[in-house]
């Protein structure tokens, strides 16, 4: 039952199945509309054929004194059998009180002009009974030139000989569509096992490449996919490594007497901030993930942005200030509406980096501005990125200054992207080497 289930639950039997069917269709309705209009007028036509052979040789025997034999040898070859016999039963045709008062009445008896119910579709369909010279005459279709029996073979054979090619022709058609989706369903069940190397060659034109293609596509995403899923799972384990590494060999070498307390606060120092680095790790990660499964914002709120920003550039005033930072601050009142706490992360995470990559007495220019969306820019004129760094600056755990590998987590940007993204906007970067950075948002 399961294997029928999985023959006939296949494309490619129903691709053909519905195909032969329409065809098999298209080809028997004519067919049975020209039989049921031509086959009675071919009928009618050879009924009254016969009739007229039968009144001629009737009228030849009783008034040109012919024999019967001699008349009906001048009708052989006009398509019809003529038997002549001694007696009415030696005919062999079942007759009915009312055909034989016909016969009584007129001395012929004609059927099959009109529908007979009780000879339709009998060997006595079609035939012509008449008395001549004492004995009796029956005319029927000639075996072989049957008008009414022809047609019908033709029928048969114009209709039999399309089906049959038809047949094969769609079976050949329903291999070539079915194939290539066969290959897909294959291809799929690999991917499935997890073997991201399944490549399609895309055949032809029209859909059936536009799916090889496609499939081809997401075969990649997949592979691209598997491959980040696969770094990320490293980088986490080595981001976590390295400080649980650095507080165990400090913690170790706490255990020594001979430290002096200098060394003992130094080196509590550095395990209290790898522990930091540790916890800002773990939140990131935990505020990535929750973020990534966010199907959109739904805590929203109508705040003043510029206000926001504001309120951030005050927070992180001992950072720029220290190093002697300038700032050209240019904010125009703007409320929105939107997530106030995620939105506020973006501009922590923009701003402080800026101040972490600009040296002593840089310059930093924030704009706040308002046009058909909301566009915040933060531009610096610090060491600036290579081209590969800006290709991998969103990128998670990415770190463009290896240099100052535990000022971060390497997550921050990655965090801000999606939160615009989940905003319905865009982060984007532009830098050149020793001549600054620029980072643009866009929020509808």
């Not at 490449?209 to 980040?228: G, K, P, Q, T, W």
């Not at 999606?418 to 020793?434: F, M, P, R, Y």
Request: aromatic content about 8%.
């Amino acid at each position: 039952m399961n294997r029928l289930k999985k023959i006939f639950g296949s494309v490619y039997v129903r691709f053909l199945a519905i195909f032969i069917g329409a065809f098999l269709f298209s080809i028997l309705i004519p067919a049975f509309g020209v039989n049921m209009t031509r086959a009675p007028e071919i009928k009618r036509d050879t009924h009254l054929s016969m009739t007229e052979t039968a009144r001629k040789i009737k009228e030849l025997t009783d008034s040109h004194e012919m024999s019967l034999e001699a008349a009906a040898e001048l009708f052989y070859d006009k398509g019809v059998t003529i038997k002549i016999c001694n007696s009415l039963d030696e005919i062999g045709i079942p007759l009915n009180n009312e055909d034989k008062r016909i016969l009584e009445e007129t001395g012929i008896l004609s059927k099959g002009g009109i529908p007979d119910k009780e000879r339709k579709h009998s060997k006595f369909e079609l035939f012509v009974i008449f008395e001549a010279q004492g004995k009796w005459v029956m005319i029927t279709p000639d075996g072989q030139h049957d008008p009414v029996a022809s047609f019908r073979q033709n029928q048969i054979l114009y209709v039999a000989i399309p089906l049959v090619l038809g047949t094969v022709l769609i079976i050949l058609a329903s291999i070539t569509v079915a194939k290539p989706v066969k290959e897909i369903s294959e291809a799929s069940q690999k991917v499935a096992k997890g073997d991201f190397s399944v490549r399609l060659k895309p055949k032809g034109s029209g859909e059936i490449r536009d799916l090889a293609e496609n499939f081809n596509s997401m075969v990649e995403e997949l592979s691209s996919n598997e491959y980040l899923h696969k770094e990320f799972v490293s980088n986490v384990s080595h981001e976590f490594s390295t400080p649980i590494t650095s507080i165990r060999g400090y913690a170790k070498l706490m255990k020594r007497e001979s430290l002096t307390p200098e060394q003992r606060a130094e080196y509590a120092d550095i395990i209290i901030s790898e522990s930091d680095r540790l916890s800002r790790l773990s939140a990131d990660l935990l505020k990535l993930s929750e973020l990534e499964n966010k199907g959109g914002i739904t805590e929203q709120s109508e705040f003043s942005l510029d206000e926001q920003v504001r309120s951030v550039i005050i927070l992180l005033q001992n950072s720029w200030e220290s190093k002697n930072i300038n700032l050209d601050i240019e904010l125009d009142e703007i409320n929105y509406r939107g997530d106030e706490a995620l939105l506020y992360q973006i501009w922590v995470n923009l701003i402080s980096n800026a101040v972490r990559y600009t040296d002593n007495g840089g310059e930093i220019t924030i704009v706040l501005e308002k046009h058909d969306s909301v566009v915040f820019t933060i531009a610096d004129n610090g060491r600036g990125m290579t081209e590969e760094e800006v290709k991998n600056v969103f990128r998670r755990f990415y770190k463009a200054d290896k240099s100052r590998n535990s000022e971060g987590t390497g997550l921050g940007l990655a965090i801000a992207k999606k939160i615009a993204v989940l905003h319905g906007g865009d982060i984007t970067v532009s830098s050149e080497e020793n001549s600054g950075t620029t980072f643009v948002v866009t929020l509808p």
